[in-house]
């Protein structure tokens, strides 16, 4: 199927700004090279519907022109996302200081200011229920073919679904004697990592070779064929995903990224430290990870109760005595004073129920019988 493209803009202003956008994207990545084209094409459509007068570089202003621009992107319907219109600012911010420099324009690089960008909205940890997650691998283990694998490898492996469509037919290494490890390449903030695997997954990578052994295209060292564009195979995956979840009555909004924060969020809970659990997702700054970590009420609680179970920062425990032991009456009180310490350290181990309560009465047995003791001492 032919892909269908947007016919050029005809715009007087089109072309400076393609040579911008084009200097700019000298080293990235063709995804990034496109959102830059689609604010200038937003700036530029917008411009010439409103102000057709303006066709040269030095008659842009910020007001009406950009400011205008920027309220017209807030007032369309469907809304735009919020992400959305700071990507846009960013690109158009970057290329009218592109333009300032190349054509010597200084007042360009003042049109859009910083403050003009709101704030990225907070994201809220996205994993899957544990209901959602083991229904969910249940089928796509019962489906077993291509798609439902790759997904699989997603689930247990915390990566992308843009890094995973791009890994190398050879990603699998042996790092030691049955201990596996998948090769990530370089993905969204351009760093690669080793993430270690199990048995599961190291089956999981096989199957993927097996039928990638069955397609017919040619091999491109990729575990799996593209039929199309990254982006052509992206969409299938996605859909494969929506097909999965109406099938079994999952919500069908899921989308394979949740995947990666229930990964992360369950390395947390198995109790891997978080710098760890920050380099097994590619992160690099824990408010990122953070951002993909769940924890709910009850990993709080059950790190409290964890604390209070080993309170040694609390009652710790007594150092060994180098003073000679005590007769007489002297030496009971020491004894009986050492048996209520042992006692206090051990029931403040034991969590709340009988046996804490029962040791509770005992101490109390103690505090009277040490006073009585001293009682003779005076005496």
Not at 179 to 208: C, N, S, Y
Not at 254 to 269: A, D, F, I, K, S
Not at 321 to 348: C, N, T, Y
């Amino acid at each position: 199927m032919k892909r269908w493209r947007r016919p050029p803009l005809q715009h007087p202003l089109a072309s400076p700004m393609a040579r911008a956008v084009e200097s700019l994207s000298t080293a990235l990545s063709p995804s990034t090279t496109r959102n830059y084209n689609i604010a200038v094409r937003s700036f530029l459509i917008y411009v010439g519907a409103t102000y057709p007068e303006v066709i040269r570089l030095e008659q842009l202003r910020r007001d009406p022109h950009i400011l205008g621009w920027m309220a017209s992107l807030r007032a369309q319907t469907p809304p735009l996302a919020t992400t959305t219109c700071i990507g846009r600012f960013i690109a158009l911010r970057a290329i009218f200081s592109e333009l300032a420099w190349s054509s010597q324009i200084a007042e360009l690089a003042r049109l859009l200011r910083r403050e003009d960008i709101p704030r990225t909205p907070q994201s809220l940890p996205r994993p899957l229920t544990a209901e959602q997650d083991q229904l969910l691998q249940q089928e796509l283990l019962r489906r077993n073919d291509l798609v439902g694998n790759v997904f699989l490898l997603l689930r247990h492996t915390g990566m992308r679904i843009g890094e995973c469509v791009d890994l190398s037919y050879d990603c699998l290494h042996s790092t030691g004697p049955n201990q596996w490890a998948i090769h990530v390449p370089l993905g969204k903030l351009k760093t690669e990592r080793m993430v270690p695997v199990d048995d599961f997954v190291r089956d999981l990578v096989h199957r993927l070779r097996f039928f990638r052994s069955l397609d017919p295209l040619p091999t491109d060292e990729r575990l799996l064929a593209w039929t199309g564009t990254k982006e052509s195979l992206l969409a299938r995956l996605r859909e494969y995903l929506h097909m999965v979840c109406y099938s079994v009555d999952l919500p069908t909004d899921l989308v394979p990224h949740q995947m990666r924060h229930t990964y992360g969020t369950e390395m947390v809970r198995a109790g891997m430290g978080f710098a760890t659990v920050m380099k097994l997702l590619g992160h690099t700054s824990p408010r990122m990870t953070m951002c993909y970590v769940d924890v709910t009420l009850t990993d709080l609680q059950r790190e409290f109760e964890l604390a209070r179970s080993k309170p040694r920062h609390l009652a710790p425990q007594p150092k060994a005595s180098h003073m000679p032991v005590r007769k007489g009456l002297d030496g009971l009180i020491d004894s009986f004073q050492a048996s209520q310490h042992a006692l206090e350290i051990f029931r403040r181990s034991l969590p709340n129920g009988e046996k804490r309560k029962c040791l509770d009465r005992l101490a109390n047995r103690l505090t009277k019988i040490l006073a009585e003791l001293r009682n003779l001492h005076t005496t």
